[in-house]
């Protein structure tokens, strides 16, 4: 069942340019209990797809999209009070650089106190008359640090965001996030910037989040290597525009758009047969900026099929829920386009 | 830190790998001349790196740091960044200058127009050209570069360490780098050296450390690269 339902999600930014569409019609069904991938190079948008979610966005943009429901709520008919409310308690933020987001001047304790959520009123005034706080602030911080795996929670907690280290602060962020069980987090980057060992820590942590607690994930990545076999479902986005999505068996086995193809090579599996310094596979040119961006299919001028015809914005075909954009995928003999499923 | 010896072949990459806390930086660091080790010596070509002048040691050894964007002066142009180093360090003539500028220029795949530009007016990826253009001008021994993959996209990455792998082929250039990605490493390496707390754990040929790690670090490392979560 789909937790969240995007259609069409399109963003204009005014610049001194004009308006410059920098998410292109992008459609994303996150299946509930899953971990959704969301792979992109930075530029192409998947933060400000998470700005669009969370409802977060500045006043010069215009986001439009055809639906987008979080279970059955329509986000796009709520005023921005309801959105507020829904943020952090039904969906949930991590954000890369997690030191940054922190409040400097504040121990931890005091900043997870805050995102708990808060008791009603009748709730205070019962434990005052028993004179036991069962559920103690302390208690529920310390379970929470416990949750994601940190063990000396009372140093943690009586140090500020500049003493820990950026997994720990990180672990912190992912602690803060699920303090109010949230149905969906949104990990932005959650890794970059960090090492190896503390990479592989956090994102196991996540993935452990989503098997115990059937916390829906999307994670945001623009290394596709380090969380494709983490995610069940992966959708790839270039400049604005989804290029292909699909569940992860579907978009390793059978990649059909060139760009999938390029981003599965980046991989860098040892198993086949690489050449030690050899040249590795990229594709020709850069990602073009945002106010130079091409018409039609944005990979166009990068692509190694492209034809005239690519100048025209393909239309998503839906091939068993594998949905791609593309003139000219590489097709199975024993795929036959489902048509009629175009959305 | 310390003790450490290790060695470098000419045209061999060496690849320094560690967790975060464990030297790599200030290894290299030292090698470039950043920070002075309290003892021991640094031998490059047979010559101890403290007998040689400030000019003949940028001669030979040139660093190229993580972000081209803040470490190429914004305010002058392109043809005057790649200059300075021809004009500090040698007694080559204007016109000499502007050849050796101009050889360098088409060595990283950049076009001669380019030397009006201001930094800012290049994309990251012909900043990263510029940044290497400005280490191999003075055609160097060794070329260090501290962890300059770790912010990149994987394909301008990749990019990178195509037009790395091609210089050296062609230039016949030493390349010490600090990095991450073990994947990576292992594409461009030819002896890595791990390091833990401030010391060599362990220091063999690529093949050997990947077909047969000896310390527990460089096990752990190897590990962390790829883990598989679907078993």
Known sequence: MALLDIRNLSIDIATAQGKVRVIDKVSLTIVEGTIHGLVGESGSGKSLIAKAILGVHKSNWTVTADRMFLDSTDLTKLSSDERRKIMGKEISMIFQYPRSYLDPSKKIFTQIKEVLPTDTLKQRFMDKIKRTSTYSTELRIKELLHKVGIQNDKTVLASYPHELSEGICQKVMIAMAIANNPRLIIADEPTTSMEA?????????????????????????????SISNLSDYISIIYCGQTVESGSYKQIMKHPMHPY??????????????????????????????????????????????????????????NYKGHVIRCHFPTLDDNKDANTSQRN | MGPNSFSLAQGKTLAIVGQSGSGKSSLVQMIAGL????????????????????????????????????????KIRIGRILAAPLALNTSLNEQEI????????????????YLDFYPNMLSPLQQHQVALARAMILNPDIIIADQIFAMLDISLRFKIVNLLLTIQQKKNVSFIFVAHNMNLVRHMSDRIIVMHNGLIVEDNTTEAIYNAPQSTFTKRLLQSDQPDYRK
């Open chain 2, 35 to 74: 920070k002075t080790p309290t003892s021991g010596e640094i031998y490059i070509k047979g010559k101890p790196l403290s007998s040689l002048t400030q000019q003949e040691r940028c001669r030979s050894i040139r660093m190229i740091f993580q972000d081209p964007s803040s470490s190429l002066n914004p």
């Open chain 2, 98 to 113: 502007e050849q050796q500028i101009k050889e360098t220029l088409s060595l990283v795949g950049l076009l001669p127009d």
């Open chain 1, 197 to 225: 060992v503390t990479q592989e820590q956090i994102l196991r942590l996540l993935y452990k989040l989503n098997q115990l607690h059937n916390t829906t994930i999307l994670l945001l990545s623009n290394n596709f290597g």
């Open chain 1, 260 to 317: 999938t193809e390029a981003m599965i090579k980046t991989t860098l599996n040892f198993d086949e047969s690489h050449n030690h310094k050899s040249q590795l596979y990229t594709l020709p040119g850069s990602i073009p900026s945002t106010n130079k961006l091409p018409i039609g299919c944005r990979l166009g001028p990068r692509c190694p099929r492209a034809q005239s015809t690519c100048v025209i914005t393909p239309q998503p075909v």
